[in-house]
């Protein structure tokens, strides 16, 4: 049960920091730049929050705790990929609006 709680953790957070960097691209699009730079902190944030369930899920298995490999899980690590991914393209392209 705890696994299942570390990976929804994972799921909702990365969901969350890629959802706040979407809105960071829009808030840029729109001239809004602060409002830019706050959603980039939030999707850190979030994205910090879904790595620490990341790595405690890392440390258990270095433990010897042996989590199954499920559809589940693949999908929270899609996530977190997705969301970082996001999150570094938002700020290149916040940077671009900056720049203008």
Do not use: W
């Amino acid at each position: 049960m705890e696994n299942e709680v570390q990976i929804i953790n994972l799921i909702v957070n990365a969901g969350s920091a890629r959802s706040s960097a979407v809105e960071a691209m829009q808030f840029a699009k729109a001239g809004d730049l602060a409002a830019a730079d706050a959603s980039i902190k939030s999707a850190e944030e979030s994205v910090n929050e879904a790595h620490h369930a990341q790595t405690e899920m890392i440390q258990a298995e270095i433990r010897g705790e042996k989590a199954p490999l499920n559809l589940l899980m693949v999908h929270a690590q899609d996530h977190l990929m997705t969301s970082l991914l996001c999150i570094d393209i938002a700020k290149e392209i916040i940077d671009i609006y900056r720049n203008k």
